[in-house]
């Protein structure tokens, strides 16, 4: 099984730092795994990416050009990136942020209410970690789970910051734990 992921946003919402979460989860897996960040002006603001690969298989390329899943944080975001997703893809979208409608008929969609899901756990900049355990959930088979979760977040964050790493295991553990409507 192979997961081609492009996790788009805002810079600040931690696009970058998700999808290195997500990659290094899944090298706790024994997964091959690739991960391109965008930096860039992003970081101040604009539109913020970075591209995930999480297969059984070895990465032959780290490039992805229709990715079977995109989360997009905020409306930029999903006006970008929602025309590369290939047929039947997965569009998770904040649906807290996001005011419009996806336009395509041809593609599975999740409104994940990120930012009320973070709010509801204490973790207001915690939207990024409510994607984690929405694609967890929603694509069996790509991560076991919350618990590779936890190895990347003691991996991934930095000393001055391990403190919250509790409170985003707690924020990941509810979003896999709901359901979640696929339109």
Known sequence: MTTEIIFAGFGGQGVILAGKILALA??????????????????????????????????????????????????????????????????????????ILPSRTDIKKIALPCNEIAEQTNNPRGANMVVLGCLAKAIPGMISG??????????????????????????????????YEVQ
């Open 26 to 99: 899944g090298m706790s897996e024994d997964k091959y795994v690739s991960h391109i960040p965008s930096y860039g002006a992003e970081m101040r603001g604009g539109t913020a990416n970075c591209s995930v690969i999480v297969s059984d298989e070895e990465v032959a390329s780290p490039v992805i050009e229709k990715p079977d899943v995109v989360v997009a944080l905020n409306k930029p975001s999903m006006t970008k990136f929602e025309k590369w997703l290939k047929p039947g893809g997965l569009l998770i979208y904040n649906s807290s942020l996001i005011d």
């Open 146 to 179: 919350v618990k590779p979760f936890e190895y990347a977040l003691d991996e991934a964050i930095s000393a001055r910051n391990k403190k919250f790493n509790p409170i985003n295991i707690a924020t990941i553990e509810e979003a896999f734990k709901r359901d």
